[in-house]
């Protein structure tokens, strides 16, 4: 697919401008986190055995996600209901990223289960692989888990949802629309 100079235009500031505004809330962040006992560091599936990652690596990755997301639901943006839509999107799944930190941050494992199949049966009604469903995610989450973490499970719940609607559905779809054809 090929893009119009016009089109590359129109979204460049828009893109810049919301990298800058991630850059900065994530700096915001890592300040807190530094003022006040230091930048923390997550285990790989809480698990202390594992290696641990350091937030600080959010300062590098949540503004290169948001560059390389806003450019893809940017594109998309071409009219008022689809700004709308993608806003939406965002806000949604920043809700989702949310709740989900909550429920882990609260101790209720029960809770952070739910939420996560959740998100994951979400995947069938809503196209939960777009870029802005990731970036709202990710940043819901940014908070609590910094940054790589989140990108890590919301690359799974995007795949996961990537998969079942562009591949196990068609395949359906495909599957009965040959079983009616043999049928008649």
């Given at each position: 697919?090929?893009?119009?100079?016009?089109?590359?235009?129109?979204?460049?500031?828009?893109?810049?401008?919301?990298?800058?505004?991630?850059?900065?809330?994530?700096?915001?962040?890592?300040?807190?986190?530094?003022?006040?006992?230091?930048?923390?560091?997550?285990?790989?599936?809480?698990?202390?055995?594992?290696?641990?990652?350091?937030?600080?690596?959010?300062?590098?990755?949540?503004?290169?996600?948001?560059?390389?997301?806003?450019?893809?639901?940017?594109?998309?943006?071409?009219?008022?209901?689809?700004?709308?839509?993608?806003?939406?999107?965002?806000?949604g799944a920043a809700c989702a990223g949310i709740g989900l930190s909550l429920a882990f941050s609260l101790g209720t494992s029960d809770h952070a289960a739910l939420v996560l199949l959740a998100l994951l049966l979400s995947g069938i009604?809503?196209?939960?692989?777009?870029?802005?469903?990731?970036?709202?995610?990710?940043?819901?989450?940014?908070?609590?888990?910094?940054?790589?973490?989140?990108?890590?499970?919301?690359?799974?719940?995007?795949?996961?949802?990537?998969?079942?609607?562009?591949?196990?559905?068609?395949?359906?779809?495909?599957?009965?629309?040959?079983?009616?054809?043999?049928?008649?």
């Open positions: 697919m090929s893009l119009s100079p016009a089109t590359v235009a129109e979204t460049r500031r828009p893109r810049v401008l919301l990298t800058i505004v991630v850059a900065l809330l994530e700096l915001a962040h890592l300040a807190w986190q530094w003022t006040h006992g230091g930048i923390l560091s997550h285990h790989l599936l809480a698990n202390p055995d594992l290696p641990s990652v350091s937030n600080g690596w959010g300062i590098v990755a949540l503004p290169a996600l948001t560059w390389i997301l806003a450019g893809r639901f940017l594109r998309r943006a071409t009219s008022g209901a689809a700004t709308r839509a993608i806003v939406t999107a965002a806000l009604s809503w196209p939960t692989y777009r870029a802005e469903y990731l970036l709202g995610f990710v940043v819901g989450m940014a908070w609590t888990f910094g940054s790589i973490l989140p990108i890590l499970i919301g690359s799974v719940l995007a795949l996961s949802s990537f998969l079942v609607r562009r591949v196990a559905w068609p395949a359906m779809r495909w599957t009965m629309a040959r079983l009616n054809a043999a049928r008649t």
